[in-house]
């Protein structure tokens, strides 16, 4: 495989081609935000967070779905990506029913602390405050679609990684969200393991563990890329 | 013609409110009236969300007495969960709740109160706070002031965080209470306890010069309602649920799940505080009092020597069954005095650094109520669950709403006594505030709101013309 060198963020950098700008830019220490992201499954450029600007072209491209090329001149934090990151961030919150103090992953959530270190100190939408269902069928874990923002984490890595493909999306725009099974309640998707995979992947307090108060719930989302890595590894039978 | 004056904002208490003092055609007095102007509709929004959940969202109604509604959401989750919890994570708890009681009375006392009392109710204004305080007295502002830390101390040696600890949860508790922190509260006690003693002792010495407040602040024989220990002791967070009426005579004990049966919530045309009164008497006439006044009234015994010794005399100088509501600050003080007791005992005790804290279960029953004495009274959490644990039906019957006919009453025979026709001065707005302030309600809790509360006193004429307002 060859190698090319590309510029991000006036930083000379080698890169094997055919890898991500996300990679890349993480490998070399240059931190570009993500939420749909998760090491160990495929991209879904959904959450638009890691848009970076490559000059010469005029689109704003996704990071985690862009391949590093010869001659590359990358910008991760120009002040219109700044201002495009905040106003994401925005949305998110503006669209579903965020409220940090009583979730049950304040402190662990990935929404939160983007929120803090993009500098989004505010909201400058109306709060839509839909009434969304909780459902906690499952015995072990639950879903408060309130605090999903559809970044498909779940439904990859329970396809990907677990196999079971339970999760996916139903509907369209603002009326999307994830199901399991045929839109069953959890507690009758046959299909699920009760892995509690998407739970470890959810980067909220969408998905969390039943019996869980505020700011209970830790999630270990590392151990997600560990299974992928030591499976391709055959790090079990070695 | 009939005239209204009307007080609004109140100040110095927690919440926003308005009194309308309704004058007959002769300009005298006919009723007080106190309206809470706030509305928060958390029995509403609760509804559907997991019930695990209520500790910590109960807990934002209010950030004087969150721990209050951790309690008593806590215990309603216990029950729902069908289980007994840890011997040790009750006694955290409960040693959470002194602390509760110790800050929150503290504050009411001295940084809400005591300036009325060691400055003067004819001070001015601008100095009659908890600065004017410092100014006059040093050594009481930072003794109240260290009181209420210590309290707040307790709360986060066990919570992590003074206000807002998602510590107590259905099951149990979260996490127990480090060696260094319960050493470190142990050093502080002796201090609390010396505070208040002092706090106690100025306190009687100016009971003599208050003759006429203990008379027009409040003085009415009603009902009271508190918990009290099954052996007759002064109880905060378990034991039963009692009502006696003005002599002493216990009326019911009621079964804290069956509480609906014994009290009914009025709806006030002109508040958005509920009215809750025991049904057998009906309403108005059902109106009881709850709160520190009522736990002393109820209780035989505080069940720790300094405050026992302090119960015997103050039911010497109150006459036995205590009628005036200025004697809620006394009350106060022995609560305290009898929490610091406690918070000793119980840090003393080697059972209270167990690591079981919590039992696990999944849902067992679809209805529980929760009951527990916040500082200011009784606490009422009641849940419907369906079977996957998600809220159907949440009813809160918070100790400022069970004052509210009492609070009315209180500012009516204050009003009557002071009010002379069609302007209301402000050492007269300040007195009727001061009646309000005794009960030290807790106007958040109440309408389940924020902020602080200022105050607005209207004057109302017999035809409904407002002839005078005042207003902080």
Redesign the interface.
């Known amino acids: 495989m060859s190698v090319v060198t590309l510029t991000i963020d006036e930083k000379i950098v080698s890169a094997q081609e055919g890898q991500t700008l996300l990679d890349v830019a993480r490998e070399n220490a240059i931190d570009i935000p993500t939420l749909c992201h998760l090491d160990g499954v495929s991209e879904a450029a959904a959450c638009r967070l890691c848009l970076v600007e490559v000059v010469g072209t005029s689109r704003l491209l996704p990071a985690c779905v862009t391949r590093a090329a010869e001659g590359m001149v990358v910008h991760t934090t120009t002040p219109k990506l700044v201002e495009y990151r905040r106003m994401i961030l925005e949305l998110f919150f503006t669209e579903r029913n965020h409220v940090c103090?009583?979730c049950?992953a304040n402190s662990a959530c990935e929404l939160q602390a983007l929120a803090a270190s993009q500098g989004m100190i505010h909201v400058r939408l109306d709060y839509l405050h839909p009434?969304l269902?909780?459902?906690?069928?499952h015995?072990q874990f639950?879903i408060?679609h309130n605090r999903c923002i559809l970044c498909t984490r779940c439904v990859r890595a329970c396809d990907e990684i677990e196999g079971a493909h339970t999760w996916d999306v139903a509907g369209r725009g603002i009326h999307s969200r994830v199901i399991t099974d045929l839109a069953q309640p959890w507690?009758e998707a046959t299909s699920c393991t009760s892995c509690g995979k998407c739970v470890q992947a959810c980067p909220t307090g969408a998905l969390f563990r039943?019996?869980?108060?505020?700011?209970?719930m830790q999630k270990d989302r590392e151990q997600l890329a560990f299974l992928v890595r030591a499976r391709k590894e055959k790090q079990w039978i070695s | 013609m009939s005239t209204r004056i009307v007080i609004d904002p109140v100040t110095r208490i927690e919440g926003h409110a308005k009194i309308s003092i309704f004058l007959d055609e002769a300009d005298q007095v006919k009723e007080a009236r106190f309206h809470v102007v706030e509305f928060r509709g958390f029995e509403r929004f609760c509804v559907?969300?997991?019930f695990?959940?209520m500790?910590?969202?109960s807990a934002?109604v209010c950030g004087i007495c969150p721990v209050s509604h951790i309690l008593a959401s806590s215990k309603t989750g216990d029950r729902l969960l069908a289980v007994t919890i840890p011997p040790a994570a009750e006694k955290l708890r409960r040693l959470m709740n002194l602390g509760q009681i110790t800050q929150s009375h503290a504050l009411s006392f001295f940084h809400l109160s005591a300036p009325d009392f060691l400055l003067g109710w004819e001070s001015s204004p601008a100095t009659r706070n908890v600065f004017g305080l410092i100014a006059a007295n040093k050594e009481v502002a930072r003794g109240g002031i260290r009181l209420r830390q210590f309290g707040q101390e307790i709360i986060e040696a066990l919570g992590g965080r003074k206000i807002?600890p998602?510590w107590s949860?259905?099951?149990g508790v979260?996490e127990p209470l480090p060696t260094e922190r319960r050493d470190y509260l142990l050093s502080r006690v002796d201090e609390a306890r010396t505070t208040t003693q002092q706090a106690i002792s100025a306190f009687k010495d100016l009971l003599d010069r208050f003759s006429e407040e203990i008379e027009v602040f409040g003085k009415f024989p009603s009902l009271f309602l508190s918990l009290v220990g099954r052996d007759g002791e002064w109880e905060h967070y378990d034991g039963i649920l009692r009502m006696i009426d003005a002599e002493g005579n216990t009326l019911v004990d009621i079964d804290p799940q069956r509480y609906f049966d014994y009290l009914g919530e009025h709806i006030e045309h002109d508040s958005f505080l509920k009215s809750p009164y025991y049904k057998p008497l009906g309403y108005p006439q059902g109106a009881y009092r709850v709160g520190p006044l009522a736990r002393l009234n109820i209780c035989q015994r505080m069940g720790t020597p300094l405050a026992d010794a302090e119960l015997v005399e103050y039911r010497q100088r109150g006459g036995g069954i205590v009628h005036s509501s200025f004697f809620f600050h006394y009350a106060r003080l022995i609560e305290i005095l009898c929490a610091t007791e406690r918070i000793k005992r119980l840090l003393e005790d080697p059972d209270l650094m167990s690591n079981r804290l919590r039992a696990?279960a999944?849902i067992n029953n679809l209805e529980a109520v929760g009951v527990s004495e916040a500082p200011r009274g009784t606490l009422f959490h009641h849940y419907c669950v369906d079977e996957?644990?998600?809220l159907t039906r949440v009813n809160m019957i918070i100790a400022t709403g069970q004052n509210a006919l009492p609070m009315n009453s209180t500012i009516t025979q204050i009003a009557r006594r002071y009010v002379q026709g069609r302007t209301i001065p402000e050492p007269i707005l300040n007195r009727i505030e001061a009646g309000i302030r005794a009960f030290d309600p807790c106007l958040s809790c109440s309408t389940h709101a924020a902020g602080q509360m200022p105050l607005l006193v209207q004057l109302i004429a017999a035809d409904g013309q407002v002839v005078d307002e005042a207003r902080r």
């Open positions: 103090s009583v049950v009434h269902p909780v459902d906690t069928s015995q639950g408060d507690g039943q019996g869980s108060t505020v700011a209970e | 559907g969300r997991p695990t959940e500790a910590g969202l934002r807002h998602a949860v259905p099951g979260r696990q999944s996957n644990g998600l």
